[in-house]
């Protein structure tokens, strides 16, 4: 078992800078196989409003944090037509935590390329479809790391989907362009948090029509890697 020092650090959608050691800081324990834990201070993030957490899994379902007149779920999907033996999970766990006693362990075993992914949907799409006004937000952050079963590229693309880009809405011509980031979110082996201002997010230009992004009409934040992949996550929250 690994013993760390632990210090929140601060965020930026570029590679973050730890901060210097404090002797005074608490060690904690990391179970053999978890990210290990960055140098952070105790509870910058605890004191963030309740209604930006959209999840932090501390209530071991797949169900969003129904906080900020939210109710929605996370969703996995392999595609319309998955190869037989293609998987894809998200387990709730508290064997690797990033802040609290669970975070999500997202896994699949798919082959066919862009197959698999994880979509936070904001709002319940029963009895019709409902997106959620994200306006008040600039952004959205979380804690992301790599699993020990992970797979090369350790990387994973990373936006948000809206009334124009989801299917369900009957909008778009060619859907599921998504807005994603350009660049990457790199995957360590170290819990590290990110935080991605809707102003860097971008349509890919396959889709039809191509639009600006409606924080208004936001649909759901979708996480969609190469189709192998372990990794965690934990406290995705929106940034005010």
């Not at 932090?56 to 998955?82: C, H, I, K, Y």
């Not at 066919?112 to 992914?117: D, E, F, L």
């Not at 660049?183 to 039809?208: A, C, E, H, K, N």
Request: proline share 10%; glycine share 8%.
């Amino acid at each position: 078992m690994k013993t760390v020092v632990v210090r929140i650090l601060s965020f930026v959608l570029a590679l973050p800078a730890l901060a210097g050691c404090d002797p005074s800081l608490d060690l904690i324990d990391v179970r053999a196989g978890c990210p290990d834990m960055p140098l952070r201070g105790p509870g910058e993030f605890a004191s963030a409003p309740a209604d930006t957490m959209i999840d932090d899994f501390e209530d071991a379902n797949l169900s969003l944090a129904q906080v900020g007149g939210r109710t929605g779920a996370w969703m996995g999907s392999l595609g319309p037509t998955p190869a037989p033996g293609s998987t894809v999970d998200l387990d709730p766990s508290s064997e690797c935590v990033a802040r609290g006693t669970r975070s999500a362990h997202l896994t699949s075993m798919a082959t066919a390329t862009y197959a698999a992914s994880w979509t936070a949907v904001m709002m319940a799409q029963t009895p019709a479809p409902q997106s959620f006004d994200a306006s008040s937000y600039r952004g959205f952050s979380f804690w992301i790391a790599r699993g020990d079963r992970a797979v090369p590229p350790f990387e994973t693309p990373i936006g948000v989907t809206t009334e124009d880009t989801a299917p369900a809405f009957g909008i778009c011509e060619s859907c599921n362009d998504y807005y994603a980031i350009k660049t990457r979110i790199p995957l360590t082996t170290t819990w590290t948090r990110w935080f991605v201002p809707f102003s860097d997010l971008r349509q890919y230009g396959f889709g039809r029509p191509l639009v600006p992004l409606r924080r208004d009409k936001l649909v759901s934040i979708i996480i969609w890697p190469e189709p192998q992949f372990d990794i965690w996550i934990d406290d995705l929250r929106f940034e005010p």
